[in-house]
Each structure stands twice: as structure tokens, then as C-alpha cells.
């Protein structure tokens, strides 16, 4: 499965992922956790998170899931930032979702993992994401 769709008249693709309107916060950088300072200054991502398997061709170095961030746009589907691998959802409530897993580098020729943390705000319906980030 690719999240996409083909019809029989091999028009466009469209996307099958829509997503959940949301702002993520990455509350790592290079494996490190930030500190409240660092947090507070961090750059907020609004866009439609998905959680899916992953592709033959998309495995994040043996990865069987992923989560990744669309764009908030509907005429452009990439992607805000490196997806996280392998979510594990640490906690979730009215305030949002914590997600950990790792993303992946290349280093020297080999893929590292690094590991990474999601806080994932939900976003309203009326704000699809589409609003600027801070």
C-alpha cells in the first residue's frame, strides 16, 4: 500500500492518508532531550499527523510503522520534518498524544537511529492546521 489511489483512467493520485489536524513540538535533538528553556523557544509544527505501516520502500531501517506530519495543505502532500519510526504512544489525554520512536540519519554511509519524542496538540476542526506556525 502507498497511500495513494489510481483510478482506470490513470489520472492523478490522490491521497488516501487525510490526517489529524495537529501541532507537534520534537522534544529532542540529536537524541538529547531539551531542556524547559529550549522547549519553550521550540518550533511548533501545525500540519495532519498519520500513523501508518510503512512502505516496502520506506522501512526507516526496519521499521514496521511510522508517523509523519503532511503538510496542512491539500493541493501540496509532503511532509513537515523527518517522520518518526516505530511511534509508540508514551501517553495520551485531552491535552494530546506523546509519541516516541527514532528518526533516521545517514552517517558516514550507515543509517543511524536517533530517538525522538512527539508531543502531538490537537488541532480544532475549524483550525485544520493550516494557520502559520510559531
Not at 45 to 67: E, F
Not at 112 to 130: I, P, R, T
Request: net charge positive.
Amino acid at each position: 500500500m502507498n497511500g495513494s489511489s489510481v483510478s482506470m483512467n490513470c489520472s492523478a493520485p490522490t491521497p488516501l492518508w487525510v490526517g489529524l489536524p495537529v501541532s507537534v513540538v520534537r522534544l529532542r535533538v540529536d537524541g538529547r532531550r531539551l531542556t524547559a528553556d529550549e522547549y519553550r523557544a521550540a518550533e511548533r509544527h501545525r500540519g495532519r499527523l498519520i500513523l501508518r505501516p510503512t512502505d516496502k520502500w520506506q522501512t526507516g531501517g526496519g521499521a514496521s510503522h511510522i508517523a509523519e506530519l503532511a503538510k496542512p495543505s491539500t493541493t501540496d502532500h509532503g511532509y513537515l520534518g523527518a517522520p518518526l519510526f516505530n511511534p509508540v504512544v508514551e501517553r495520551i489525554d485531552h491535552r494530546g498524544i506523546v509519541l516516541s520512536g527514532y528518526e533516521t540519519r545517514l552517517v558516514g554511509g550507515a543509517v543511524q537511529h536517533v530517538e525522538q519524542v512527539w508531543l502531538v496538540n490537537f488541532a480544532s476542526a475549524a483550525d485544520d492546521g493550516a494557520g502559520p506556525a510559531r
